[in-house]
């Protein structure tokens, strides 16, 4: 996709093109696509985003072929700065969900949110209408893949609605690897996946202090409010991350020469 706003260079990390860019590069770039209506598919990466593009080659190509892929983690950073990548930036979906919604209520931007449980996409939806006056929103819930008729009624819906943005929370690597399935269906010009937004602005899943989210340990915070479901996530993906990040390096040190 081309727009007035240029995208720098992806890194390659682990097999994930991850773009150097800072938030306001982003919102910049999201805010002409939207305005001329091009279709773009919009990824985040992290560190369990690389774990999991090692064995699952679906969602490695899913990632391949997003218009772009922001880094979501500072480990993801501490990685691609070992391997001579620096990205300038680490941002989540919470960070700059106010600022992307401020600037499709101005627009007059339609957003589609789905994903979550029955009814947090409603009550997500709800607060950002208090927020950003004058947004156009509609949800759907994100289980709607048990049948095949499911989810021709939510391709349906997000027809009937025909919004400029949507927004995908059905958690990593199923979000990715549907809206690659579903990009020529999707009735909306710009996709992007969200993992548990909808969550955090329903005030479902607490999010964690700023002192510590804004300084790398989102991680930790996730692990304190969720350790049984995502232990393994961090207390063994983060070890396997560096040492793919090591023989990542090795082997581009040997390529060299």
Known sequence: MRTSTTLPTAAM???VPVHPLRLATLLDWLAQALATRQRAFVAYANVHAINLAQHDAAF????????????DGQGLRLGAALLGHPLPERFTPPDWIDGLAARCASGGHRVFLLGGRPGVADLAAQRLRQRH???QVAVHHGYFLATPADEVAVLAAIEAFQPDLLLVGLGMPLQECWVAAQHDRIAAPVVMTVGALFDYLAGAVARGPRWLTDNGFEWLCRLWYEPRRLWRRYLLGNPRFGWLMLRQWLSERLRAG
């Open 133 to 135: 006056p004058g947004l």
């Open 13 to 15: 990390i682990g097999g």
């Open 60 to 71: 490695r190509q899913a990632l391949n072929r997003a218009e772009v892929v922001f880094c």
